[in-house]
């Protein structure tokens, strides 16, 4: 087991019957491992009845309330059954510390000793890995909350320099980067959800993401790692394109989404080479802050004052920005153009921020009159003053009538899919309306505009381009277009 990485899916059930239909369901489906949660069981635990019928290989765990789970029977009779596990054919059997104290090595169940902290990550890893490991360990399992990216950072190092398997996860959204990188390090396992229903334990990724989206069991020290980061992240869909172009041209790399609140940048730069980290996508908030830990930038980047690319090459992290491109061949496609021309044309850009800055400075250079509103006033301001163009108030934004309008704010991104950022009865037939928000694809303003007679330019267009190219800046081939454009509408429309 313990030879390749593998997935491990965690099984919750009330009843045994529907633990072993599942698990059935689970081997039937390539899942080679599964852990029992005897403890969300509310009918009598029939050790005999299980092992029995047992249809692969168990992790079995019976946890109680302050170690995460739901035993509530007495210490006794929980360390018994446990023991009873051991000896009834269990592959592995989870013993919390004081657990593993009290019961010996019996039967052929391999033991692994674990430890749960939902309050942080522990200072001092090694020395409370050392202290598990003392325990009759085959394998050692941390689970700890991360309140910081560096600790993801801290629990990986642990995993691949421990001469024991070791399996360390750091729980939350802002740890689920270490439910794929552990098997990276050297994890014998992962855990993951069935995808059926809420996750088990905090940031639990699903089985099918591990397996077929991120590839977790074909991962190895040498494998590449990309990402997308941004404060949040759950929205994002890059992980969705860029992980199948990369498994359809057979490339060792793998792209996960990163929670990286603002205060965490600095240190998440630092840790990113030991992560093995060689490029990211960058996303709200840190589009434009992230430039005072570049020096070597694009010259567009510099024009625009913002990125949305990091590369790595020989130590130094080079910045480019892949927006504007991206915005510019969008808006000529949908306008009949071979190249985006708007010399006298007026536009309204909605919006400030990062991706507001690379369109802003397309649209100057393609001769635009670009007038600038954002719900902050000064950005706006600051904007136009940087563009050579001019700001308005939010409240004025519907009082001229300008060819083309721009939405690069997040208003009506899923889940807020009502939200506008413009009013109907505003929208006139001629007009060009462009949203940057790509999920979902018809937004409500885009869905407002072609009622309006108005010409609409898709954010998903958008997203492609500047995710192609920079999949073209990473791996140095050739994007899979029409590979990257299938998985994102099959994303969009599962059921399609």
């Known amino acids: 087991m313990a030879d390749s990485p593998t997935i491990c899916v965690t099984l919750g059930r009330e009843r045994l019957h529907d633990l072993l239909v599942d698990h059935r369901r689970l081997v039937a489906d390539g899942v080679r491992l599964v852990e029992w949660r005897l403890d969300w069981l509310t009918e009598p635990i029939d050790l005999a009845e299980l092992f029995a019928k047992q249809p692969g290989p168990v992790i079995v765990t019976l946890r ?71 325990l009759d360990a085959d394998v050692v399992k941390l689970a700890t909350r991360a309140n910081s990216t560096h600790d993801n950072t801290r629990m990986l190092r642990l995993v691949r320099d421990s001469r024991l398997p070791t399996v360390g996860l750091c729980m939350g959204e802002l740890g689920s980067p270490t439910r794929v990188l552990a098997l990276r390090c050297g994890a014998p396992f992962s855990f993951a959800a069935t995808g059926a229903g809420a996750p088990l334990a905090p940031g639990q990724l699903s089985f099918r993401d591990m397996r077929s989206l991120y590839r977790c069991e074909q991962l ?210 001629g007009m060009i309306v462009f949203d940057t928000v790509y999920n979902p694809e018809q937004t409500r303003l885009l869905m407002q505009a072609q009622a309006a007679g108005c010409t609409v330019v898709s954010g998903l267009e958008m997203f492609l381009r500047q995710a192609a190219r920079q999949f073209e800046l990473f791996t140095g081939h050739e994007a899979p277009w029409q590979i990257m454009r299938d998985a994102l509408r099959q994303s969009q429309n599962p059921g399609a």
């Open 64 to 134: 109680r309330p302050e170690d995460g789970g739901r035993f509530e029977g007495d210490e006794d009779g929980r360390l018994k059954l446990l023991r009873e596990a051991m000896q009834a054919g269990a592959d592995y059997v989870d013993l919390e510390e004081h657990a593993a104290a009290k019961i010996p090595r019996l039967g052929t169940a391999r033991r692994i000793v674990s430890l749960h902290d939902f309050s942080g990550t522990p200072a001092d890893l090694p020395a409370l890995h050392a202290r598990l490991a003392a």
């Open 220 to 429: 190895s020290p040498a494998t590449e790692v990309y990402g997308v980061i941004g404060a949040p992240i759950g929205h994002s869909r890059s992980p969705l394109v860029h992980n199948p172009a990369m498994n359809h041209l057979g490339l060792d790399k793998v792209y996960l989404p990163f929670l990286v609140p603002p205060d965490d940048l600095p240190s998440f730069l630092d840790d990113a080479p030991e992560l093995g980290i060689k490029g990211l996508s960058v996303t709200i908030p840190h589009k434009e802050s992230i430039l005072a830990s570049i020096t070597d930038m694009d010259p567009a980047v510099r024009a625009i004052g913002a990125a949305n690319t990091l590369v790595w090459k020989d130590s130094r992290i080079y910045a480019y920005n892949t927006d504007q491109q991206a915005a510019l061949d969008s808006l000529a496609a949908a306008t009949g153009q071979t190249t985006a021309e708007f010399r006298g044309r007026s536009a309204l850009v909605l919006g400030a921020g990062g991706a507001a800055k690379a369109i802003v400075h397309g649209l100057r250079q393609s001769g635009a009159e670009v007038i600038v509103t954002s719900r902050t006033i000064e950005r706006a301001e600051e904007l136009a003053k940087a563009m050579g163009c001019r700001a308005i108030r939010w409240e004025d934004r519907h009082d001229g009538r300008p060819n083309l309008i721009v939405n690069c704010t997040p208003l009506g991104m899923s889940p807020h899919v009502n939200a506008t950022p413009f009013e109907a009865g505003a929208l006139k037939p």
